[in-house]
Each structure stands twice: as C-alpha cells, then as structure tokens.
C-alpha cells in the first residue's frame, strides 16, 4: 500500500526518537506489535484534547470519543474525522481482525472491533505507543 508519507525504517527510528516516543513505539508503529493491556500510558487518560500519530502528526481521535473500554487500551468510538484512518483485514495470531493505521503513514494503532457503544458500535482499541496526546 502507499502512503502520502514513505520513509525507510530507519528514518522512522530516527524521528520517533527525535519526539522522545516510547521505546516500543517503532515496532508497534512499523511492525505492528502490540503493547501488553494496561500498559499504555494514554489508557487512562481523560484529558480533552486530541490523540495523533505518534509517526506524522496527523489528528486521529478526539477526546470526546474515548471511552473506558475496559480493554486496557485507550479505545473510542470514532476518529475524528472519515480519512484520518484506514483499515484492512489482517490474520495474524490465528484470527481475522481488521486493522486500523494511519491514513497518512501507514502507521499500525492497533484494531477495530464491532462491540462498542453508539452512536457507531464500533471499538477503535488504539496501542498507546502509537499515539500522542495534544491538550485542548
């Protein structure tokens, strides 16, 4: 797939560093790891403000649309906005489950699943590392 945003890992390892992210943010990012539930250190966050791409900056999700999942992942109901994000169906660990990333950069944020509350039913259980947090 391409991205209007394309570097080569080392590039990403370079500017994650550049931002202080989290160690495990290049490999859940670039490699889709998954960070260990209640781990993450946006989970509990309740602040207001927007969540972005840890990789391009780009605005993903409001806080008006995180809810306590109970997953151990900061989860939400909608991105904000109908391009921020992209999904496919990935079948790795032996099930199918649709990945979400970064419309942008192609960056992995974790899944989509179809038991969340309305308006949308839908669960966007985001990995921390792969998000940061900007205030209102």
Known sequence: MTYK???T???WKALLAAK????????VTRREATERAFTG??????AQGVY?????DKPLFSSASKYESGSGWPSYFQPLSA???????????WMKRTEVHCADC??????VFE???????LRYCMNSASLHFIPE
């Open 83 to 93: 391009d921020a994000v992209g999904t496919k169906v990935d079948g790795l660990l």
């Open 115 to 121: 038991d969340g509350p309305a308006p949308t039913g």
């Open 52 to 56: 972005r791409c840890i990789c391009c």
């Open 9 to 11: 890992p080392d590039e």
């Open 106 to 111: 192609g960056a992995h944020l974790g899944h």
């Open 41 to 46: 250190r946006l989970e509990g966050n309740k």
């Open 5 to 7: 945003i394309d570097k």
């Open 20 to 27: 202080n992210a989290e160690p495990l943010a290049f490999d």
